[in-house]
């Protein structure tokens, strides 16, 4: 098998496309794959389907494909213009490795759209040496198509939380579905008016917010008050996370504060925060002596320990 073959079979081409010639540029660091079609090759016209149209006249074109080992790698074509004998005119072919307009391989497209799920578009930037522009027009055209195409009919437990894209601004609430963690909406902003986007977007992917039966979010009273007012239906449930987060913050005032008057509670922090079993053997003998404290006098028992303990028994 020779070169040319072997790179036509890779690439995947189908006749009349074949690979012509194969150029490794070590200095350049990339590789160009120059592909082409045999004289009097037919074409389908892009008008009327017809699948004897002629090449009319060619204009060439590149597109980068996915990395050559580490070296960058170009696909090269001259892409005709036909003409059908149906009389459609003189048309430009669509080329079955990339998508109208785009100069990137679609395979190369699925690399891009792969690594930007897992991390920032800048940094996918950097790492494939294309510019971040171009990234956005890439996602900016799959990803709503994507989400056209979005079916929520089944959607029942969503769960809101709200992500800052900077440190304290620009807030962002995010919408989950609760059933398989699928994110079914992010807006900009973290208010009522957030809820009700997210009750409209719903509706138009074929969900009904009447059939909403649990929404469990923070307690932002914007967001209580946009899921009164959108999902009629809907229990409201605190997370977990929040609630933590709150009788922590509680716990750990009422320990600050007695520890002004009460000596014992120095330096005692994670023992009343951490939970039980991840207490270092230091701790837990601190935490024992302070139990011991409450058998024998429970008038002298910081406040801070009873606390402690209610919480415990809540979220053991
Ligand atoms: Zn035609």
Redesign the pocket.
């Known amino acids: 098998m020779d070169q040319s073959t072997l790179f036509s079979l890779a690439l995947g081409l189908t006749p009349p496309w074949e690979v012509w010639s194969v150029r490794f540029s070590l200095e350049k660091r990339r590789l160009d794959i120059s592909i082409g079609f045999p004289m009097g090759s037919l074409f389908t016209?892009p008008?009327?389907?017809?699948k004897e149209?002629k090449a009319y006249d060619t204009n060439e074109q590149s597109w980068r494909h996915l990395n050559f080992f580490q070296h960058k790698a170009w696909l090269i074509a001259r892409v005709p213009r036909v003409e059908?004998d149906?009389g459609?005119g003189v048309k430009k072919i669509d080329v079955p490795w990339a998508r109208p307009g785009s100069g990137f391989t679609l395979l190369f497209e699925a690399l891009i759209m792969a690594m930007v799920k897992e991390m920032p578009v800048a940094q996918v930037a950097e790492l494939l040496g294309v510019h971040d522009t171009r990234l956005w027009r890439i996602i900016n055209h799959y990803v709503p198509k994507a989400r056209e195409s979005m079916e929520l009919s089944k959607v029942e437990r969503v769960g809101m939380d709200e992500t800052a894209s900077k440190r304290g601004h620009n807030y962002i609430s995010l919408f989950f579905n609760m059933e398989n963690g699928q994110l079914l909406f992010a807006t900009p902003g973290r208010d009522k008016e957030t809820v009700k986007a997210f009750a409209e977007d719903l509706t138009a992917h074929k969900g009904n917010p009447e059939q909403v039966k649990e929404v469990c979010c923070d307690m932002s009273p914007a967001f209580i008050a946009g899921v009164t007012d959108n999902f009629p239906n809907a229990n409201i449930t605190f997370d977990r996370f929040h609630i933590m987060k709150l009788i922590n913050e509680a716990v750990d005032q009422v320990r600050r504060d007695e520890a002004k008057t009460e000596p014992l509670l120095a330096k005692t922090r994670y023992i009343w925060l951490k939970n039980q079993h991840n207490l270092t053997a230091k701790q837990e003998k601190t935490l024992a002596s302070f139990e011991g404290s409450q058998t024998q006098d429970r008038q002298g028992l910081p406040y801070a320990v009873g606390l402690s303990g209610a919480v415990s028994m809540l979220y053991p």
């Open positions: 016209c008008v009327c389907g017809s149209a059908c149906k459609c």
